[in-house]
């Protein structure tokens, strides 16, 4: 009677081919995560802005930037009116933060003169809110 089990060969080179495929697989799931990392963050950022800019349509000004806590905590907050203009991320009491977990850079037309020239490496922006994200590596922008 023959046993019919594998043999230590046959084990082996099975084994060698799953870690090959799994080697193939690894990178292009590290893609996909990142690309939807992206998307979160350019999403996420456009929540900051729709926010922003109900503030300055409800109260005449753009929200305090001084800070990136103070700004989050004028739009998650309630105030005076009772508004909120931005719930809180995945309803934690923590500020907004990138996918990275990082701070998201915003940046405010203040003195209302249309342009933005704090943006690092932009030049002057043409418009009232910016948000850029350093988070994987290459800035994610709003505005691209």
Same mark, same amino acid.
């Given at each position: 009677?023959?046993?019919?089990?594998?043999?230590l *060969?046959?084990?082996?080179?099975?084994i060698?081919?799953?870690? *090959?495929?799994a080697?193939?697989?690894f990178?292009?799931i590290?893609?996909?995560?990142? &690309?939807?990392r992206? %998307?979160?963050?350019?999403?996420?950022?456009?929540?900051? @802005?729709?926010? *922003?800019?109900?503030?300055?349509?409800? #109260? !005449?000004? $753009?929200?305090?930037? @001084?800070? #990136?806590?103070? $700004?989050?905590?004028? +739009?998650?907050?309630?105030? /005076?009116? =009772?508004?909120?203009?931005?719930?809180?991320?995945?309803?934690?009491t923590?500020?907004?933060?990138?996918?990275? !977990?990082? /701070? #998201?850079?915003?940046? +405010?037309?203040?003195?209302?003169?249309?342009?933005?020239? @704090?943006?690092? &490496?932009?030049? %002057?922006? #043409?418009? @009232?809110?910016?948000?850029? &994200?350093? =988070?994987?590596?290459?800035?994610?922008? &709003?505005?691209?």
């Amino acid at each position: 009677m023959k046993n019919k089990s594998f043999t230590l *060969i046959e084990l082996l080179i099975t084994i060698a081919i799953i870690a *090959i495929l799994a080697a193939m697989l690894f990178p292009a799931i590290s893609h996909v995560r990142n &690309s939807a990392r992206e %998307t979160q963050a350019k999403a996420e950022m456009q929540a900051i @802005t729709t926010a *922003i800019k109900s503030f300055e349509s409800t #109260y !005449g000004i $753009l929200p305090d930037n @001084t800070n #990136y806590t103070t $700004l989050m905590n004028t +739009l998650t907050g309630t105030n /005076d009116r =009772g508004i909120q203009f931005l719930d809180r991320q995945n309803g934690t009491t923590v500020e907004w933060v990138d996918p990275w !977990g990082n /701070d #998201y850079n915003v940046f +405010l037309d203040d003195d209302y003169d249309g342009e933005v020239t @704090t943006v690092p &490496s932009e030049g %002057t922006l #043409y418009g @009232t809110v910016f948000i850029t &994200s350093d =988070g994987n590596g290459t800035t994610i922008n &709003s505005w691209k």
